[in-house]
């Protein structure tokens, strides 16, 4: 296997570079998706027989959770490289991303709650999905605070990179346990998102959502990082340059 | 145990953006005392503490004996063999004098009470054995920390700032004992701002002119 | 690497017995708040019942966590901790003495105390035994995770509430598991799976905490 493509990955340089190349790409790919997706499902997709027209703020849910959950996963994957290989853009990356997750978070949990208020006819209920994604959002807060309580900057990445792999280690046992614990406490009542087939007029432009959200939080976590890698690396020569030709 | 040559290979260090030292390179044989010396923020303690294992360097290598002290069995030989007392002594308040270092020393490896006994003596704690730490004055906090170069066998010595806080007649001893370290084969690497021109093979390296 | 183990047992255990107040403190801070519910909610023996197993709960993680927050802190602050991390030792095994050997002083003190508050909570006295059971089994994992926070916040001046912070989500799979068994057993039905979970939980804390304790140490001494 070659491995100068890796090591290529820790220069800032070159990830400055072909991510200025990859950005179009994303952005474009972003906001057709999103805009086919969006028009597709707010006004052609079929109405719910059950639910109506409320059922599609999934079409903003579903991929907003999607997002907040992997967004995780690649905080841990950040954290194992960054730790083992001591890549510094594997930091940048996992200092990045911690925020764009918990807005997503915090999307998924505000609709939620908006799709609660026809649905049960409360903003608010102890569903096992929206508590999952409540405490998602408190692991994200502990990623973001620890990130900033320590001030060195490679001591606070180290140490939120062990935070996150303790997260991950810890989420499908925290996962598990709410569900379980949901069940227990409301015995199958009516669950919005597990559909029994959904046709395929539904899920498709679900579907375009979902990639489109994945496509939008490229975009925004490869601008964070250009302009953390600007900035980390700005006594450099090539930073300078940079500079000077887009001034 | 006789120490193996120690090499500092293009070592480089950088805290919170700014460059402290780079490039830096160096061979210590056994029986040298290397003094590290420089102005404040010059990396001293920051070399002392990449040196001793507990910070990572930002570029470069050290070699024991021709390996890698970062990882592998390098690492292992050299955990062995060098011995680091910091800034700060180590030594519980609500422990007495022997009891702290009858663990400090358990670190490494256990040592007999009267041996510790000794080393106490020696540094000029006779009498302050059994009584709690925090009923010591600094000087003397610093003096239970020193005993351990009494009582371990680790040929590598890496002590930041050793003499703070100790009178005139205790940096006398601990010289001497330093002296009798090298002579015996064994190596020492400091940082003080206390002169040392006056004992015989000291090397210095100033961390002010590196750069 | 056994006599290791044992003097470090015996240092922790003669720093804790020269500073009692250490391990006091959490105690009656425990005792403290489960007073608190019955004078906020009233005293009325049916709703204390079904409140006690979460009131007993919440109290032992909250004062669980509030008594790690020092855990490595004065090991910190006098080098001590650089030390163990420079030693020939494993450190996560030294980790694992230190943060069990506070919990026999401070975890397994609150379990033992335990059903006298249930009692004063209204549970019936055949349920006290698996209040126990499951404290025993879960309070360990309570200190594990938290032991986790402590070194990863150590060279922090204030780190209490960012302890609490990022270890309380962590544990709410105990705090689920223990409460249900409580429910269960005020119900009349088999708790053992409850307990087979919770056991699971410190297995694997066990195993996978001390090297994270020492990770965040190794992290917070290279400060």
């Not at chain 1, 375009?208 to 939008?216: D, K, P, Q, T």
């Not at chain 3, 200190?143 to 509430?161: I, P, R, W």
């Amino acid at each position: 296997m070659n491995w100068s493509f890796f090591h290529k990955l820790g220069s800032p340089k070159w990830f400055h570079d072909i991510s200025g190349r990859w950005l179009p790409w994303f952005a474009v790919a972003g906001v057709l998706l999103l805009s086919v997706g969006s028009v597709w499902g707010l006004f052609f997709a079929p109405e719910d027989y059950q639910q109506g027209n409320s059922f599609r703020i999934i079409y903003i849910h579903v991929p907003a959770a999607f997002v907040a959950q992997s967004c995780y996963m690649m905080l841990a994957v950040a954290g194992i490289v960054s730790l083992v290989w001591r890549m510094k853009l594997a930091d940048v990356a996992l200092k990045c991303a911690a925020p764009i997750g918990a807005w997503m978070t915090f999307v998924a949990l505000l609709t939620g709650a908006i799709w609660g208020k026809p649905t049960w006819g409360t903003y608010w209920v102890w569903d096992a999905r929206l508590t999952s994604m409540l405490i998602l959002l408190f692991l994200y807060f502990g990623i973001i605070a620890l990130g900033q309580a320590i001030s060195n900057r490679e001591t606070s990445a180290k140490a939120t990179a062990v935070l996150a792999i303790v997260g991950v280690v810890n989420i499908p046992i925290i996962k598990y346990s709410v569900d379980w614990w949901n069940t227990l406490h409301q015995p199958a009542t009516f669950k919005i998102t597990e559909k029994p087939a959904m046709p395929v007029e539904m899920w498709l432009p679900l579907l375009l959502m979902v990639l489109g959200f994945y496509a939008l939080f490229t975009v925004s976590l490869l601008m964070r990082m250009r302009l953390e890698v600007l900035r980390r690396e700005h006594k450099t020569r090539w930073v300078r340059e940079v500079l000077e030709k887009s001034s | 145990m006789k120490p193996l040559p120690v090499e500092l290979d293009s070592l480089a260090c950088e805290r919170d953006q700014r460059e402290l030292f780079a490039s830096l390179s160096l061979r210590l044989e056994p029986g040298e005392i290397l003094q590290v010396a420089g102005p404040n923020g010059s990396g001293k303690t920051s070399l002392l503490r990449i040196m001793a294992g507990l910070l990572p360097a930002s570029a470069g290598e050290i070699h024991y004996g021709g390996r890698s002290v970062f990882h592998g069995a390098g690492q292992e030989d050299w955990r062995r063999h060098r011995l680091f007392i910091g800034h700060a002594p180590a030594v519980k308040g609500a422990l007495t004098a022997e009891e702290n270092l009858s663990w400090l020393c358990a670190l490494s490896e256990p040592v007999a009470v009267e041996a510790i006994w000794q080393a106490l003596e020696q540094v000029g704690l006779r009498g302050f054995e059994d009584i709690p730490c925090h009923n010591l004055s600094a000087g003397q906090h610093r003096r239970v920390a020193l005993a351990r170069l009494y009582l371990e066998r680790h040929p590598v010595w890496i002590l930041d700032e050793p003499f703070t806080a100790i009178d005139k007649a205790g940096v006398a001893a601990l010289e001497k004992h330093i002296v009798k370290h090298a002579a015996l084969g064994g190596m020492v690497i400091m940082t003080t701002h206390h002169g040392l021109e006056h004992l015989p093979g000291v090397r210095q390296l100033d961390m002010g002119q590196l750069n | 690497m056994r006599r290791v183990v044992w003097l470090l047992f015996c240092r922790e255990w003669r720093l804790a017995w020269r500073r009692p107040g250490d391990l006091l403190n959490p105690l009656v801070f425990f005792a403290l708040v489960v007073s608190l519910f019955p004078l906020a909610v009233g005293p009325e023996p049916t709703m204390l019942r079904s409140m006690a197993p979460g009131v007993i709960w919440v109290a032992a993680l909250l004062a669980t966590l509030l008594s790690l927050d020092g855990l490595f802190r004065s090991d910190y602050d006098d080098g001590s901790l650089e030390q163990w991390v420079l030693s020939p030792h494993p450190l996560a095994l030294m980790v694992l003495v230190k943060v069990l050997h506070h919990w026999l002083l401070s975890g397994l003190a609150m379990v033992l105390l335990a059903p006298l508050f249930g009692l004063m909570l209204a549970l019936p006295l055949s349920s006290l035994p698996v209040l126990v059971l499951t404290l025993l089994l879960g309070t360990p994992v309570l200190s594990l995770l938290g032991a986790v926070g402590a070194a990863l916040t150590v060279g922090l001046k204030s780190g209490g509430v960012l302890l609490a912070l990022l270890i309380l989500p962590l544990y709410i799979p105990v705090l689920i598991l223990g409460t249900g068994a409580m429910d269960a057993a005020l119900q009349g039905m088999p708790v053992t799976g409850y307990a087979l979970w919770l056991g699971c939980l410190a297995m694997l804390a066990l195993s996978l905490a001390p090297i994270a304790i020492a990770a965040g140490l190794r992290i917070g001494v290279s400060e």
